[in-house]
């Protein structure tokens, strides 16, 4: 069965940058893209960017452009998501999802990683 | 980009109908006829519910639908249930190739 399991919640410093995982199982890892999506307390989810664990080309939002790295290792089926700079509006649930082709829905979550900017 | 403009509450007695609308532009919703539609209970992951602006994934209640008309995208839902309360959110990819969310539309069963 299919299955995205995410590392564990983190505490930082504004400033700081957080490295998340996401270790896929069940498929075939460079069959399908990977996008990041957090979501704030309270708040909406917010689409982060996304890689094609293949070609490892990606595709980040504007307002992550400069900050975000996304990357993969093929060899272990996970893929990361680094974020520079951290703010303390950047405290939110990090979660990975799986997509099919280009513009195909989120099929299947990760758990969702909490990450907590605090002084 | 812009989030997708959707009406922050919504409520219905057991039984009834509602519709929720998702409001983009020319160059998100009405650009492509990829518009999903998400349904969250507090603490877990988004669950798809409508996918390409009428789909539903094996498994979803036929009770949930979906349309298109333009710039807005609208899910229903009928036969509502004590079930169906939670935060629902729709999406779209757009003609620069990303994709953004709805703001969110809280769903009440009274």
């Not at chain 1, 307002?63 to 520079?84: K, N, P, W």
């Not at chain 2, 009428?54 to 979906?66: A, K």
Request: charged share 15%; net charge neutral.
């Amino acid at each position: 069965q299919v299955h995205l399991m995410q590392s564990g919640a983190e505490v930082k410093k504004p400033g700081a940058s957080v490295k998340v995982s996401c270790k896929a199982s069940g498929y075939t890892f460079t069959g399908y893209y990977i996008h990041w999506v957090r979501q704030a307390p309270g708040q909406g989810p917010e689409w982060m960017g996304r890689i094609n664990p293949d070609s490892s080309a990606t595709n980040y939002a504007e307002r992550f452009q400069g900050r975000v790295t996304m990357t993969r290792d093929t060899s272990i089926s996970t893929a990361y998501m680094e974020l520079s700079r951290l703010i303390f509006d950047d405290t939110a649930v990090y979660y990975c999802a799986r997509v099919k082709v280009g513009t195909s829905p989120f099929d299947y979550w990760g758990q969702g990683t909490l990450v907590t900017v605090s002084s | 980009q812009s989030a997708l403009t959707q009406p922050a509450s919504v409520s219905g007695s057991p039984g009834q109908s509602i519709t929720i609308s998702c409001t983009g532009t020319s160059s998100d919703v009405g650009y492509y006829n990829y518009v999903s539609w998400y349904q969250q209970h507090p603490g877990k992951a988004p669950k798809l519910m409508i996918y390409d602006v009428s789909n539903r994934p094996s498994g979803v209640s036929n009770r949930f639908s979906g349309s298109k008309s333009g710039n807005t995208a609208s899910l229903t839902i009928s036969g509502l249930q004590a079930e169906d309360e939670a935060d629902y959110y729709c999406t779209s990819y757009t003609s620069s190739d990303t994709l953004v969310f709805g703001g969110g539309t809280k769903l009440t069963v009274l």
